[in-house]
Nanobody
Framework: QVQLVEAGGGLVQAGGSLRLSCSAS????????MSWFRQPPGKGRESVAQ???????KYADAVKGRFVISRNNTANTVYLQMNNLSPEGTAVYYC????????????WGQGTQGTVYS
């Protein structure tokens, strides 16, 4: 069974930073791509950033210029560096592996809470 485990959430003041990590139980190249999503309180889940196996990143407009997604293929880990956070960044952050080739569907982590206070 493929597992994704997030870490790095926490409480931070507006303007501060958090660095999330997502560790996979297998080689992350077996996923078509890796992504971060978030779900703010009372809202639906939204895409934040994606990184392909060729290391090409893609960002939601709301986070461009502030968030950076990266990957360490040797460690089977994906990161999300979040800078200049605002209270609107308060959410549960989820790691996602596009597993259409691997297992026919998405693989999700359990989520990690990030809270930004003003």
């Amino acid at each position: 069974q493929v597992q994704l485990v997030e870490a790095g959430g926490g409480l931070v003041q507006a303007g501060g930073s958090l660095r999330l990590s997502c560790s996979a139980s297998r080689n992350i190249f077996t996923f078509d791509s890796m992504s971060w999503f978030r779900q703010p309180p009372g809202k639906g889940r939204e895409s934040v950033a994606q990184i392909t196996n060729s290391n090409r990143p893609k960002y939601a407009d709301a986070v461009k210029g502030r968030f950076v997604i990266s990957r360490n293929n040797t460690a089977n880990t994906v990161y999300l560096q979040m800078n200049n956070l605002s209270p609107e960044g308060t959410a549960v952050y989820y790691c996602n592996g596009d597993g259409r080739t691997l297992c026919g569907g998405d693989v999700w982590g359990q989520g990690t809470q990030g809270t930004v206070y003003s």
